[in-house]
């Protein structure tokens, strides 16, 4: 599972790219996202955190977990549901 969250940072990157040119004042951070997977693979409950210090900017959040819940996991080998969680860390970069 983290291996395909993982290849979703870009996407996530730009979510928060794109709150950064609307709302300069977002600082970097974290967002972290809880989702759970049902047995066909099919993320069901995908949603922020309430843990710790994060990015509350809701464009950049709702972003984010769309790009998590669009993901397909493997189907669950015994049927079942799983759940855990994932750290999205961005950090603000100097303009070039």
């Not at 047995?39 to 949603?47: C, K, L, N, Q, R």
């Not at 959040?61 to 994932?86: D, E, L, M, N, W």
Request: aromatic share 6%; net charge positive; charged share 25%.
């Amino acid at each position: 599972m983290a291996r395909l969250i993982g290849e979703q940072r870009p996407a996530a990157r730009a979510c928060y790219e794109a709150g950064l040119e609307r709302v300069p004042s977002i600082k970097g951070g974290t967002i972290v996202i809880n989702y759970e997977i049902d047995a066909d693979g099919v993320a069901i409950e995908v949603s922020q955190s309430t843990k710790g210090d994060q990015i509350q900017d809701p464009d950049v959040v709702t972003c984010v977990t769309a790009v998590v819940q669009a993901i397909t996991f493997p189907k669950s080998a015994k049927g079942k549901t799983t759940r855990g969680y994932h750290a999205f860390e961005f950090a603000t970069q100097p303009k070039r």
